[in-house]
C-alpha cells in the first residue's frame, strides 16, 4: 500500500469511526451490554483459533530475535483470554454512566446547572505487542459508547485481525455498527502518522507501548494524547513494618511477572529494618535469578549477613550456604534509580526512612505506581497524601494496578497525565463531562 493508499484507506476509517460513534454515543445500555457478553462467548469458544492465529506471530517474533520480555506479551494464552473474556463480563454488569447528571444546584438566577456525561467521539489507540489491548479497547469503547480506531504493533498482526473479527461479529450480533471498533489492516507505519493527525475524525489519541513509541506519538500528534511513558514502580520497606508481609508482597511485586509496567522496579528499603529484611529478599531472588543494583549500603548487608528463609515461607531452591556466592549484586549508577528493566533486575537502595523515601520516589519514578510496607498508621497515611503518582498503595504489591483488579472490566491504558485520565483508564476516563442548563424561561438581566 502506498502512501496516497494509506492516506485514503486512513480516512475512510476516520469517516467510518465519526459515523459510528454518534449511533454508539446513543445506544441503549442493554445493546451495548448484549455486545460485550457476545464477545465474551465467541472469545471462549474461538480460543483454539486464536491460538492457532497467535502461534504465527509468536513464530516471526522468535524468528527475529524479539526479545523475550516482548515475546512474553505477544501470548495469548487460555489465560489471557478467559481474562479477556470476564472483562467483558465485568463491563457488562457495571452501570452505564453516559447520560448521568451529577452535580445540579439551583442558582440564584432560578436556573439548574448540572454536568452531563458523554462519550468522548473516537479515540485512536496504537499499541505493541500485547494482542489483549485490541480487546480491551474495543470492549472500553463499546461500554463508553465511543468508537475507535486500533493500530496494534506489526508483530500481533494475525492474532489482532483475528480478535477484531469476533468484535465486529459480537457489534453485528447486537445490532450496532461494525465500523465502531476498526482494526488497521496494514502494518504500513505511515498509518500510524496519519492517525495522530486527523483532528477532524479522532477526538484523543492513546499511545501504549515501549518509551520511544510514546515519545514519538507525543511529539507529532495534533489531537490530544493520553498517555505513560514507562512504569519505574517502587515497594519501599518502611521502619516499623511487618517483615514477612514485606518480603512476601516485594517477592509478587517483582517476580510474579518480569514484563508488565506495574511490576515493582525500585526497592527501598528503610536502615531500622534493613539488616533484617534484605537478606531475606536477597534469598528469594537470588533463587529466581535476579539481578540486584545496589547502593553501597545495601551491596554490604546482602554480602555480610547469613540469609534467611523468609519466615512464613518454603525455602528457597539454592541452600543458604550457596546463597552468598549465587547473589547477583552489581553497583547501582544513577541511571538505574529512573530505570524501567522490564526484566529480572532490580534497584535496591537503603534509605534513612520515609522523608527520604518519598523524596527519592518524586524525584526518580515515573508516576505511575508506588506502594509502602509499613505497620505505622501516619506513615501510611502520608505517603498516601505526599506520593507523586497515579496509584498509590499500602502494603500490597504494585502488579495490582490495573484495571481488572481495580474493578474497572478492562484499561486502555495506565495515564501518568495529570489532566482528564490519571492512572488505570477505564469507562469515565473515555468519557467527558457537558454542562446542561435547565431553566422555566429565566432572561439574564
Known sequence: MNALN?????Q??????????????RAPAAIKNKA???????LREQTDALQTDNARDLERAIAAGLEAPMVDRLRLTPKVLETCAQGCEQLAAMPDVIGEIIGMKQQPSGIRVGQMRVPIGVFGMIYESRPNVTIEAASLSIKSGNACILRGGSEAIDSNKALAKLVQQALAE????????QLVQTT?????????????FVDVIIPRGGKGLIERISRDAKVPVIKHLDGNCHTYVDDPCDIALAVRVTDNAKTSKYSPCNATESLLVARGVAAEFLPQIGAIFAAKGVEMRCDAEAAQILRSNQPLTPAGQAPVAIESGAIVAALRIVNATESDWSEEYLAPVISIKVVAGLDEAIAHINHYSSHHTEAILTTHHVHAQRFLREVDSSSVMVNTSTRFAD???YGLGAEIGISTDKFHARGPVGIEGLTSLKYVVLGEGEVRG
Open 403 to 405: 484495571g481488572f483488579e
Open 36 to 42: 460485550l457478553k457476545a464477545l465474551a462467548r465467541l
Open 174 to 181: 447486537a445490532g450496532l455498527p461494525q465500523e465502531a471498533v
Open 188 to 200: 504500513d507505519r505511515e498509518a500510524v502518522g496519519q492517525l495522530i493527525a486527523m483532528p477532524a
Open 6 to 10: 494509506v492516506t485514503d484507506y486512513m
Open 12 to 25: 475512510t476509517l476516520g469517516l467510518q469511526a465519526k459515523m459510528a460513534s454518534a449511533l454508539m454515543a
